[in-house]
């Protein structure tokens, strides 16, 4: 939607707003192509039907009907690779992070998310997509290839929507159902609920970690 303001609903098929830079095998590491190849993936979604069913063209549904249907994968590669800052940075602010972290934590989630629905083990493992804990976890988090780094960086992507979420709550009654697991394979220092709390927009120290955002 940010991007839809200055490009159009149809901003993602325009190749030039992509970086173009290859890896080591000369590849590009965004493959644009293979991006609107998965847009044209879920056209059996009621409301993707209905689009085709309207229209002949433009030959992508809107940016908002691709954003019910892309993976979080694809979302967050596509916004690590944006060209312009411009394009990214509106986005960052409406999390409270700055570019850098988003682009990590998105990242880091997009692997929480995939260990969580292939039902993998997560309470012991080591994360090589790790949230950057510069800026905004740095207070809370040491080691940030650790489940407790990962549920840092979600809880306060979670608060920036609702301030109200009540998965901090769901998270202890959880690990007290739990109580077995030791807290520390999982990276969760013993006072991790305080901590964790220092990262809502309400706490005490809130307007510490805004003051830092505005140095950055």
Same mark, same amino acid.
């Given at each position: 939607?940010?991007?839809?303001? #200055?490009?159009?609903?149809? $901003?993602?098929?325009?190749?030039?707003?992509?970086?173009?830079?290859?890896?080591?095998?000369?590849?590009?590491?965004?493959?644009?192509?293979?991006?609107?190849?998965?847009?044209?993936?879920?056209?059996?979604?009621?409301?993707?039907?209905?689009?085709?069913?309207?229209?002949?063209? #433009?030959?992508?549904?809107? @940016? %908002?009907?691709?954003?019910?249907?892309?993976?979080? *994968?694809? $979302?967050? /590669?596509?916004?690590?690779?944006?060209?312009?800052?411009? *394009?990214?940075?509106?986005?960052?602010?409406?999390?409270?992070?700055?570019?850098?972290?988003?682009?990590? %934590?998105?990242?880091?989630?997009?692997?929480?998310?995939?260990? @969580?629905?292939?039902?993998?083990?997560? $309470?012991?493992?080591?994360?090589?997509?790790?949230?950057?804990?510069?800026?905004?976890?740095?207070?809370?988090?040491?080691?940030?290839?650790?489940?407790?780094?990962?549920?840092?960086?979600?809880?306060? @992507?979670?608060?920036?929507?609702?301030?109200?979420?009540? %998965?901090?709550? /769901?998270?202890?009654?959880?690990?007290?159902?739990?109580?077995?697991?030791?807290?520390?394979?999982? *990276?969760? #220092? #013993?006072? %991790?609920?305080?901590?964790?709390?220092?990262?809502?927009?309400?706490?005490?120290?809130? *307007?510490?970690?805004?003051?830092?955002?505005? /140095?950055?």
């Amino acid at each position: 939607d940010t991007l839809a303001a #200055p490009y159009g609903p149809h $901003w993602f098929t325009r190749a030039e707003l992509f970086s173009a830079k290859l890896n080591e095998d000369g590849q590009p590491i965004f493959d644009h192509a293979a991006f609107l190849a998965a847009a044209k993936e879920h056209q059996s979604a009621p409301f993707i039907r209905k689009y085709y069913a309207s229209y002949t063209e #433009p030959e992508y549904p809107p @940016c %908002w009907m691709l954003a019910e249907t892309l993976t979080l *994968g694809a $979302w967050s /590669r596509a916004y690590g690779m944006l060209v312009q800052n411009s *394009g990214k940075k509106p986005v960052a602010d409406a999390f409270h992070v700055s570019v850098k972290e988003l682009t990590s %934590w998105m990242q880091a989630l997009t692997d929480l998310r995939n260990k @969580c629905a292939h039902h993998s083990r997560v $309470w012991d493992s080591r994360y090589t997509s790790a949230p950057a804990k510069k800026g905004n976890l740095r207070m809370v988090v040491t080691d940030n290839q650790t489940l407790y780094a990962q549920v840092a960086a979600l809880l306060y @992507c979670l608060w920036a929507i609702d301030a109200q979420t009540r %998965w901090l709550d /769901r998270l202890e009654s959880l690990m007290e159902a739990h109580a077995a697991v030791p807290l520390a394979s999982m *990276g969760f #220092p #013993p006072d %991790w609920k305080d901590k964790l709390l220092t990262l809502k927009p309400s706490a005490t120290g809130a *307007g510490a970690l805004a003051e830092s955002r505005g /140095r950055r």
